[in-house]
C-alpha cells in the first residue's frame, strides 16, 4: 500500500493559515512569534499536521503488518509444501485450489495417472456420503473429519486415510465471501497394517491362550478322571494338586490336602524324591501308604520330575493295590480249589482203578450171604449174623460209592430226605462206639424244610465229621455238639465257597477239642492227608465229606483255631416247600426169594467177569433162579464159544473193565454175530461217558457192582423177557 502525499495538499493551502512547523533536527531556525498564522487557518494547519502524524504513524503500522503479512505468508506457503502430509484448498466446488506437493505425490504418483483437480472422484464410491456429510459439519461448524477413507488412486493402487477439513473465508471485493476448505489427508495405511498385525497379534494370542485354557481343562479333566492317585508337590514337598482318585483313596478331600508334606501320605516315597537330580522318572514300586484316619494300605507309586523357570514340580502316582492284593488271594484260592479238585480226581482215578476188583469181592460176598440165607431156614440163630454181615457189607458198597464220587461227574441220586430221621439214625450209630468221656449233642431246627439228597451219603458225611471230632479229642472230656438250622449265608461266605444265593440247611458240627492250625486248615481237604498216627486213619474221611458236599451242589465250610477247637458246617440246598420226604429208614436186606422165570423153554444167559469167584456166584444165584448160566472168565473164549452156537444164547452180561478186552470191545464183536442178543455191561467205575459208549454200541443196561442180588436178577428176567 502506497503512503499518500500531502505535500500536494499543503502546497494549495493558504500559507498564512498554516504557521510554520518547527525544525525536525537541532539547530533548526524558529521562526518568530510574529511570524506565525492567527485564527482558524493556524487551527486547520495544526489539524492537519496532527492527521499528518497519525497518517504517518498508520502507515508505519500498514508497512509492518505487510510485512509481518508477506513473512507469515513466506512461513505458510513453506509450511503448505514442506508438510509430509497431503493438504489442500478445496472451493466450495469440489475444485482443488491449491494442493502441496505431497498431496500430487500422493494423488498423481505417475504422469498418466488421474490429475489432482477435485477431489470427489478419489473417494471410493462407498465412502463418498460420508465424505460429503463431513464437508457439509465442516461448512456449518467449522471443522470435520472423515475417518478411513479408501481413496482410489489407480486400479490397484488406493490409499486409506483420516480426512481432516477446516472452513476458511475467501473475502470478495463485492460480493459474500465464499468458503473454501483446508483438507488435510493423514495416511493411516501404515497405521492400520500395524493395527491388522496387532489385531492378528492379539487374535492369534487369544487363541493360544484359548488352546492352553482348553488344555489345562483337558489335563485337569484327565487328572480329575484318572484311575490312580496324582499328586503334585512343589521343591518344599508340599502338595499343590491332589486328584478326587487321591481324596477317595487317601480319605482326605483335596482342600485339607493341599500344603500338607507329602510324608502325611506316604512316609516311604519322600525318601525316594532324593533321585531329582538324576533322573526324570522312578519306579518306586508298591509301599504302605497312609490315610487321613491312619489306615495302613498298600499302593503301588511311580514318580516324575520336572524342571522348570519358577523351580521344580514332583508328580507322584499312586495305585490302589487293595483290589489286586484281593484278586491274588483270590487267585490263591481258585488255585487252591483247583489242586483240591485235581487231588479229587486223582482220588477218583485210583478209586476207579481199585473199585473193580474190591466190587468183585463185594459182590462176591453179598450174593454168597443170600445165598447162605437161602439156605438156612428162617429161625436159625445163623440169620442174624448173615443179616449183620450184609448189613455191613452193604456199607462198605456204599463208601465204595461215595469215593467214586470224586471221579464220577453225574450227580449223585437225590431223593426227599428229612435231615431230622437221618442225624438220629446217626446218632444212633455214634453213640456204640462213643467214648464216655465224650459229651455228644445232637439237635435240630423243628420246622427244618426237605431236602433233595442221598440220604446215605449226607448219613455218611456226619458220620465223618462227628468221628474225627471224637478222635481229635485223644481220650480227653469234651463235647460234641451237632445242629442243624435254616440258613441264608452271607455274600462274603458265599463268594468264598462259590455257593449261589438261596436257602441253605446249614449242619455243623463243633467240638472244643485242640483245634487245626493255619497249615493243617490249608490241607485239611487232602485226600490221604492226615495227623493221625500211621495205622490209626486214611486221610480220607475229609475228602469223602467234600466230595459229597460237592456231589449235592453244597459246600464245607471250616473254622479252627489251635486251642479252641474246630467247627465244620455243611450247606445243603433246601428244597422246595412243597416237596415232602418220607420218614428215613436204615435199609435192611430182605430174604432172597427164589422163583422160577415161569413156563417155556430154559433161558440161556452167558456170564463173563475176569473174577472166578464172581463168575461162581452168579451161576449160581441164576441156576437156583432156573436160568441155564455158561460162566467165562476170559472174554475171548467167551466170543469163541458164542460164535460157535450164536443162537443158543439169550442174554450176555459181561464185566466192562477186563485186562485186554473189555466189556465194550466184547458188545461189539457180538452185535456183528448176533445183533439181536441183548447185552448188559456190570462195573463199578461206570463214568458219564463210558454209560454214553455203552448205549451207542446197542447195550440195552447198566449193572453197577456191587449190587443187590435181587436187582441182578430182576435186571436178567427183565431182559430175557424183551421188556428193555
Partial sequence: MTEPDLSYLLSKSDPAAYPPQAPEWPGQERRSAEDRPAGSVASLIAELRHSQAELEAQNKMLRYSQAAAESASERFEALFASVPLALMVIDAHDIVVQANPMAHRSFQPGEGDRPLTALMPFVDPAHAPRVRHAFWLAAESGQAEATEVVLRIGEATQITGDLHIARIE????????????LCALVDQGPLLAERRALQQSTWALQQRNEQLYAGEKRLEAVINSALDAIICVDRHRRITVFNPTAAALFQCAAGDALGSPLERFLPKAAEALVFAPLTTQAMLGEMTARTASGRELAVEVSVSFEQHA??????????????????????????????????MQAVGTMAGGIAHDFNNI??????????????????SPVQESLREIAKAGRRARDLVRQILTFSRNEPPRRTPVRLEAVLHDTERLLRVTLPPTVDLQVRAASTLPTMLADATQVEQAVLNLCTNAIQAMGGRRGHVAVHAQVAHPEARVRERLALPAGRYIAITVRDDGPGMDADTLARVFEPFFTTKPVGQGTGLGLAVVHGVMRAHGG???????????????????AADDDVQAPDFMASSPAPLSFEAPGEGPQRHVMYVDDDQALVFLVQRLLRRRGYKVSGFTDPRAALAALAEEPWTYDLLVTDYNMPGFSGLDLLREVQKLHPDLPVALASGYVTQDIEEAAMRAGARALVHKPNDVEELCATVQRLVRGDA
Avoid at 555 to 573: I, Q
Fill in 310 to 343: 519358577d523351580g521344580e514340580t514332583t508328580t507322584v502316582f499312586a495305585r490302589d493295590l487293595t483290589a489286586r492284593k484281593r484278586a491274588e488271594e483270590r487267585r490263591g484260592e481258585l488255585e487252591l480249589q483247583l489242586r483240591e479238585s485235581h487231588k
Fill in 362 to 379: 463185594l459182590s462176591a460176598i453179598l450174593g454168597n450171604v443170600e445165598l447162605a440165607r437161602a439156605d438156612c431156614p428162617p429161625d
Fill in 170 to 181: 475467501a473475502p470478495q471485493a463485492d460480493a459474500e465471501a465464499q468458503y473454501q476448505f
Fill in 555 to 573: 459246600a464245607v465250610d471250616v473254622r479252627s483255631t489251635p486251642g479252641e477247637g474246630s467247627c465244620f458246617t455243611l450247606y445243603f440246598p
